[in-house]
T-cell receptor, first 114, second 113 residues
Framework: EAQVTQNPRYLITVTGKKLTVTCSQN?????MSWYRQDPGLGLRQIYY???????DKGDVPEGYKVSRKEKRNFPLILESPSPNQTSLYFC?????????????FGPGTRLLVL | GQQLNQSPQSMFIQEGEDVSMNCTSS?????WLWYKQDPGEGPVLLIA?????ELTSNGRLTAQFGITRKDSFLNISASIPSDVGIYFC?????????????FGTGTRLQVTL
């Protein structure tokens, strides 16, 4: 089954404790992206990747890191989480980079930073 | 980054009623997308629009790409309980790619029996 998986689905942590949210897709997609969703703000892009070893900042990259060492994986790293990073996070992937269209979203990771 | 103005923010309707929602942008867009998010899930693409004036249907859903390229509309006819969820518009600016989608703030739809 074609899908985007994220782990963990739920995470409670404390300020400053490094964490990684994994994202994996099995569709051989070139493009992957991370979004955060906050009430009243919709989805905002954090980082995206057009291909292996190619990443770029989205609209809200501060406090986040990503890496794309393999095509299928695109982990999101919070080196020193803060309470304002409490949010719902979505990973997405898309076959096409040049034509905006179907982005397949993962199920989401709900993060609470105390 | 830019955000799209999506309205209404929420709607409470009765089963069987038609629903309309829209998105507007200050920039010209070359693509408009409509997604639905069910509780506890990620957004799922409903309709994609690539040409100004384009009208596309997907079952009971119909979406239009505005002639000005700065707006889009989604209509749901004869709503049913499973239509409940949050609907998001998203767009790509002229010259943009899949890398730069801007999302609206969402319309929360509640359907009562």
């Amino acid at each position: 089954e074609a899908q985007v998986t994220q782990n963990p689905r739920y995470l409670i942590t404390v300020t400053g404790k490094k964490l990684t949210v994994t994202c994996s897709q099995n569709m051989n997609h070139e493009y992957m992206s991370w979004y955060r969703q906050d009430p009243g703000l919709g989805l905002r892009q954090i980082y995206y990747s057009m291909n292996v070893e190619v990443t770029d900042k989205g609209d809200v990259p501060e406090g986040y890191k990503v890496s794309r060492k393999e095509k299928r994986n695109f982990p999101l790293i919070l080196e020193s989480p803060s309470p304002n990073q409490t949010s719902l996070y979505f990973c997405a992937s898309s076959l096409s980079v040049t034509v905006p269209g179907t982005q397949y979203f993962g199920p989401g990771t709900r993060l609470l930073v105390l | 980054g830019q955000q799209l103005n999506q309205s209404p923010q929420s709607m409470f309707i009765q089963e069987g009623e038609d629903v309309s929602m829209n998105c507007t942008s200050s920039s010209i867009f070359n693509t408009w997308l409509w997604y639905k998010q069910d509780p506890g899930e990620g957004p799922v693409l409903l309709i994609a629009l690539y040409k100004a004036g384009e009208l596309t249907s997907n079952g009971r859903l119909t979406a239009q790409f505005g002639i000005t390229r700065k707006d889009s509309f989604l209509n749901i006819s004869a709503s049913i309980p499973s239509d409940v969820g949050i609907y998001f518009c998203a767009g790509s600016e002229l010259g943009g790619t899949a890398s730069k989608l801007t999302f609206g703030t969402g319309t929360r739809l509640q359907v009562t029996l």
